[in-house]
């Protein structure tokens, strides 16, 4: 499962799949750190962070059929770099992790999989900044590009630099391994921020102590650990922390926090049991090609098994496409595209194919629509 990054994520692909009938200040970034975003992307993540964890999942030897039980981890929908997946997908696959890998180490291996990029326009809001200080303050209202805002993630202190973290899940042994991956991950952006090797000036963990805990020390570098701790965090030497930055870019920097405003409110959470075969079908009209079958290899299942499922939910493949066709028919005659126009973009045989459906959908022909 490939990870993209900032290239591939650009803010001309994001502004082509704004919702219809976006508001235009979308692109000037004025949203303003997803301000007037509400509780619409609450309780959601993003997919790098999904891809990042199923790919975890499989490399701690999950078995594939636990895997598939969780909503949100098929390939169609971590494709798509604006789907939000439920939290409790994330939390799901943490905790698949964590009875796979018991004890230390799960979450230090996965920081140590995740290189600048894995998460996107987030890893570049930390690391472009004057200072490591700098980029955390900066990107810090953006931390729903990566997970849901009950995650929390807390920055404090003069001079010293502390990055605080609060998982809502509730397994201790799930949480463990969750703050063990997200300090880590921050230190593996420090030192690539600032090109140096640097190390933690001391770290804390909520859980107890283990047996043996060298593994950590020689990935923070520190024997400065504390079990036990009020809160899980890691603190930077103010040296590191307000060390001029090789990679600083003001220029990107702003640019990034303008992407990432139009990321969070272009976002579309996925929330129900069909939104993956709606998005497969949507992306196999684009292609010319809404077939059953196309639809089905997306998903991963034989085309039985589809026709199964959506029978259960009380739709079928063909009143699905039907639906799709008439929202996008309706969208497009209103853009001025002409009847054959259309009916090649929907994959009508023709356009009389496509008048006669739209006769059925509206009882008029599709020169009344314009």
Same mark, same amino acid.
């Not at 180490?105 to 690391?127: F, N, Q, S």
């Not at 926090?257 to 684009?286: E, K, N």
């Not at 998903?299 to 939910?313: V, Y």
């Given at each position: ?5 900032? !290239? ?26 997803? /301000? ?20 975890? /999942? ?12 969780? +909503?949100?981890? $098929? ?6 770099? #604006? ?7 994330? @939390? ?15 979450? =230090? ?9 894995? *998460?996107?326009?987030? %890893? ?43 998982? !809502? ?5 799930? /949480? ?20 140096? +090797? ?17 593994? #950590? ?14 809160? %899980? ?18 220029? *990107? ?7 990432? %405003? #139009? ?10 049991? @069909? ?9 196999? @009209? ?19 098994? *589809? &026709?199964?499922? #959506?029978?259960?939910?009380?739709? !079928?493949?063909?009143?699905? @496409?039907?639906? *799709? ?18 009916? &090649? ?5 023709? $356009?009389?194919? =496509? ?10 022909? +599709?020169?009344?629509?314009?």
């Amino acid at each position: 499962m490939s990870v993209r990054a900032i !290239s591939d994520t650009t803010i001309a692909e994001t502004a082509h799949d704004l919702p219809n009938g976006a508001p235009a200040e979308y692109a000037g970034g004025t949203i303003g750190a997803g /301000a007037r975003i509400g509780s619409r992307l609450d309780g959601t993540v993003s997919t790098p962070l999904m891809r990042l964890l199923v790919r975890a /999942a499989r490399q701690a030897g999950v078995p594939e059929d636990q895997l598939d039980r969780i +909503p949100g981890t $098929d390939a169609v929908l971590l494709g798509g770099e #604006l789907h939000r997946i439920p939290m409790s997908s994330l @939390l799901g696959l943490w905790e698949l992790i964590a009875h796979a890998r018991p004890g230390q180490g799960a979450g =230090l291996a996965i920081a140590a999989a995740a290189p600048l990029g894995t *998460l996107t326009t987030w %890893d570049y809001l930390v690391t472009t900044g004057a200072t490591l200080t700098d980029s955390l303050r900066a990107a810090q209202p953006f931390h729903r590009l990566v997970t849901a805002a009950a995650e929390g993630f807390d920055l404090s202190g003069e001079g010293e630099l502390t990055v605080g973290y609060r998982t !809502s899940a509730g397994d201790p042994a799930v /949480a463990a391994v969750v703050n063990e991956y997200v300090l880590a991950y921050y230190l593996r952006r420090a030192r690539e921020a600032t090109g140096r +090797p640097l190390v933690a000036a001391r770290v804390s963990f909520g859980h107890p102590a283990p047996a043996d805990h060298a593994d #950590l020390v020689a990935a923070f570098g520190t024997d400065e650990i504390e079990f036990g701790a009020a809160a %899980d965090a890691i603190t930077f030497h103010a040296d590191d922390a307000n060390a001029p930055l090789p990679r600083a870019d003001p220029i *990107l920097a702003d640019l990034l926090r303008s992407h990432a %405003d #139009l990321v969070l409110a272009s976002a579309r959470p996925i929330a129900g049991p @069909l939104d993956p075969f709606r998005v497969a079908l949507a992306t196999a @009209l684009d292609a010319g090609d809404p077939a059953l079958p196309r639809v089905a290899t997306a998903l991963a299942m034989s085309p039985r098994t *589809l &026709q199964r499922h #959506l029978a259960e939910h009380g739709t !079928s493949w063909r009143q699905e @496409l039907d639906v *799709l066709r008439h929202e996008r028919a309706e969208a497009l005659l209103g853009q001025g595209f002409t009847t054959a126009a259309v009916a &090649q973009r929907l994959a009508f045989t023709d $356009d009389r194919a =496509l008048r006669k459906a739209f006769h059925r959908w509206t009882g008029a022909s +599709p020169a009344a629509t314009r």
